[in-house]
Each structure stands twice: as C-alpha cells, then as structure tokens.
C-alpha cells in the first residue's frame, strides 16, 4: 500500500480571531488606516491641510491593506519581504576553505616573496664551498658621470696553504656588483609602455637577460635607506617588477637574485618629479 506523506508543522496555523482576519492581518489594517485616520483628524480639525492629510492617509491605508490582503505567490506580502531581505543580507552561495587555503589567502606577495628568499638563504647555507663562487655584498654608492656602465666588480684573491700540501685551496672570490641609478642618468634606463600612467607606484623594473627576453621568477626586495624591507615580489613571465604606491624622494636600494641569472643589486635614488616609466635592468 502507498504511504502518506507524513504532515509537517501540523499547529503551524494562524487561527481567525477578528471575524475573517487572523491577528497579524488585524494588526495590520489597524496599525495602516488608524495611522492614515490619525491626519484625517488633523486635517479635520484643521490643523493639517488637505494636500498632506489626504495622501499620507491614503498610504499608510494602502499598506495595512497590502500586507494584511494581498498574498504574492500563496504566501502573505510580510513574508515575501521578509524572505526578500533576507535573501539579499544572506547570500546562498558557500565556498568550503579548509585552514591551508585560508592560510594562503591571508599571505600577501611580499609575504610569499620573503619565506622565498628566507628558503634560498636557507640552502645557500647548506651548499657545499665551491672554489671560485662570487658572493654578492651590499651595494656601496658609485656615481659615474657618463650615467652608463655603473657597474663595479672588484675581486679579492687570497692563497691559503695548510700543513698538508694535498689541501691547498683558493679562497673564495668576493665580488661586489652595483648599479647607481640617480636623477642625472635615470633617463638612460627608462623606457615607454603602453598606459604608464595608470601604474599604482613609481619604482617599477623590467628584468631581462642579455639578450633581452624577460627574466621570471627573479626575487627583488626594496629597502630603504635604513635597510628596512619595504616591498617585495618576484617576477612573473612578462619579468616586470611593479610597487604598490608612490614612494617619496630619497635613497632606496633594491636587491635582485634570480636561481639562473646573475644580477646586480641596485641604489635608486629619486627625486620630488620621477616618471613612472620601468627601468630596464639586464644580468651581468
């Protein structure tokens, strides 16, 4: 035999209590005409004229009426708004995040790009001494004139002989390489793209190898004179380098490492009217 289906909510019923109203449509066409019949009073007593009277008593009765006798779609007007604003302040759709995606959420592109470096920092300390590796040290002011080849490279070689003839080495090979990039020569290393103007922050790089193709995944950090991280990020395909904000006038430094090139670290020094047109900086 076919079962019923089992009733749900069975006193959920609204009995008749004013003739043919329940309670809440009673409610409602007391609260809308006794509101409207309010001004009607006012006006007969004269002390609200007509042309305000008659139409605020005209809808207020005309919205007890609504909510109290209309139904939209068999249910009352009162629970079509309320399911409406509800509808509106409570969106339907749920995204599932476990604690890892909300974890990767939360990290910015700075954030990312320091755990990187930290990462690579990390491994250059547990890689074995190779005789004859370069060590890049912090970028000393170098101004040249002509505003080109600012890059320096000096070298220190130094024998170290022990007891044992079998283990004589060659020290390690320290080279400093630096650009110094200033107002007088700036315009040397910038170029033209497409919508300049609408980049967010005015120390923008292009990093490229020698023969000009983009160089991704290259990790630059910006400092400020006082060696404070100020931003952070690496390169994506297009190998552009862009900041977030307007940085003001003064002496900022920008280190750049990349797994597969070698570059140099950076002194930008800006003044009160720089462009915001990228720098071109290619590997040594």
């Known amino acids: 035999m076919r079962q019923h289906a089992i009733p749900q909510n069975i006193l959920d019923v609204e009995f008749k209590i004013f003739t043919k109203f329940?309670?809440?449509e009673f409610a409602y066409l007391a609260i809308g005409i006794g509101t409207g019949?309010?001004?009607?009073?006012?006006?007969?007593k004269n002390q609200v004229p007509a042309i305000i009277a008659i139409p605020i008593f005209i809808v207020f009765s005309g919205l007890g009426i609504f909510f109290a006798l209309v139904p939209i779609n068999d249910q009352p007007a009162d629970q079509v708004l309320k399911n409406f604003i509800s509808a509106i302040r409570k969106p339907t759709r749920r995204v599932w995040l476990d604690s890892k995606m909300k974890k990767n959420r939360a990290q910015t592109d700075a954030e990312l790009a320091k755990q990187q470096v930290s990462k690579n920092l990390e491994e250059e300390v547990k890689r074995p001494k190779i005789i004859g590796s370069s060590k890049v040290e912090k970028p000393k002011e170098a101004v040249d004139d002509k505003g080109l080849d600012l890059l320096e490279e000096k070298g220190t070689e130094q024998k170290v002989e022990t007891e044992k003839p079998v283990q004589k080495e060659i020290k390690k090979t320290f080279v400093e390489q630096q650009l110094t990039i200033t107002p007088q020569n700036i315009a040397n290393y910038q170029f033209d793209i497409d919508g300049v103007e609408k980049l967010p922050g005015n120390i923008n790089l292009w990093i490229s190898?020698?023969?000009f193709k983009p160089i991704p995944g290259a990790v630059i950090q910006l400092h400020n004179k006082d060696g404070n991280l100020l931003y952070a990020n690496k390169t994506p395909d297009n190998g552009?380098?862009?900041t977030n904000k307007i940085f003001p006038e003064g002496v900022y430094s920008l280190s750049l490492s990349s797994n597969s090139?070698?570059?140099p670290n950076i002194k930008l020094v800006l003044d009160k009217v720089v462009s915001k047109k990228p720098i071109k900086i290619t590997e040594i």
Not at 37 to 44: S, V
Request: overall charge positive.
């Open 22 to 24: 329940t309670l809440k």
């Open 37 to 44: 019949g309010i001004f009607l009073y006012l006006y007969a």
């Open 209 to 211: 190898d020698k023969n």
């Open 240 to 242: 552009y380098f862009l």
């Open 261 to 263: 090139h070698n570059l």
